[in-house]
């Protein structure tokens, strides 16, 4: 995880001092020439002057007026509350990811590529944020995304805030997408159709591709109608093939793309409670789109549905 360097541990006392007005001159000298080349520390140089001014404005406000500035400084301390993202920089067999969250749950989930810190990540260019490295909390979460990138947890029940979704659209996109049962798949068209724009799917790949959240709003379980395996993340489609492996949905190589074996995958048509095999016999006459599809008859089960009374998948299961 990302922590502070000692240096700016050690100089946080004199930022708070020298913010306040209560710094002597060399404290004050020292803080100067810290921040002209920390920037974080500039940061919470800027912070701290802000906060305090609002305090003194309060303080100096006239009786009547005492309650309106009060309001006024709890306004000014709950929105830098509600810009503030705590983020942390961890390892994985993924490579390295940022997660960020805010009070209302966590808002980025982020593959670093560029390079292994802050600097290099999207939130370090997100305007009307302040980022903060955070500690134990925020482990706690790499610590279960681990888990499950690891196939020893199959749920990440962790309260999101959507606030980096880009539009209502896209957050619709990102809503249904978080629904999709872990171990199966679903198709741009498929989410498109559920969101009533089928003629959207272009417009549902491209706010996948801007997907604040990969894995925990797991869009790597969104396939093309043919099963290809498109975009991820950028141009990520390996770590997308490893987080379907995972999950037990198979990728193969097929006319040089990788691509899900939608006919040896288990079936369930919208609104059904039951899965099938995909020879069953309505399958033919559904619309290919429409179809969610489950690498094994044990996630479709964990999923909540039952065995077709017609094709019987318990008593025939896939061979592979």
Not at 50 to 72: K, L, N, T
């Amino acid at each position: 995880m990302t922590r502070k360097p000692a240096v700016c541990l050690e100089i946080e006392p004199a930022l708070v001092a020298a913010a306040t007005g209560d710094a002597d001159r060399a404290t004050s000298a020292r803080v100067e020439s810290h921040t002209r080349l920390c920037a974080p520390c500039r940061e919470d140089f800027a912070r701290y002057r802000a906060i305090d001014g609002a305090v003194h404005a309060w303080r100096r406000a006239p009786a009547p007026a005492e309650e309106a500035a009060r309001a006024h400084l709890a306004s000014r301390l709950a929105d830098l509350r509600r810009r503030t993202l705590a983020y942390g920089i961890f390892p994985s067999p993924l490579g390295p990811i940022l997660i960020a969250r805010s009070e209302e749950g966590v808002s980025l989930v982020e593959y670093l590529s560029g390079g292994h810190d802050f600097a290099h990540s999207r939130l370090s260019r997100i305007e009307g944020v302040e980022a903060l490295p955070d500690g134990a909390e925020i482990e706690a979460l790499y610590c279960e995304l681990l888990e499950y990138v690891e196939g020893r947890r199959t749920r990440l029940e962790w309260p999101l805030d959507l606030r980096l979704a880009r539009s209502g659209f896209h957050r619709a996109v990102l809503e249904a997408t978080s629904r999709i049962p872990y171990g199966a798949v679903r198709s741009y068209a498929g989410i498109a159709g559920e969101l009533g724009k089928p003629a959207a799917t272009r417009a549902v790949a491209q706010a996948l591709r801007w997907n604040p959240l990969p894995i925990v709003v797991p869009c790597h379980r969104v396939i093309g109608a043919s099963g290809a395996l498109t975009g991820y993340a950028g141009d990520k489609l390996s770590l997308k093939q490893r987080l379907l492996a995972v999950e037990g949905v198979p990728a193969v190589t097929a006319r040089r793309e990788l691509r899900v074996p939608c006919e040896c995958m288990y079936v369930r048509a919208p609104g059904e409670t039951a899965y099938c095999l995909p020879t069953c016999g309505w399958v033919a006459t559904q619309p290919p789109r429409q179809l969610t599809r489950f690498g094994s008859r044990e996630r479709a089960e964990a999923a909540g549905l039952e065995p077709c009374a017609e094709c019987r998948p318990d008593l025939h299961p896939i061979s592979r």
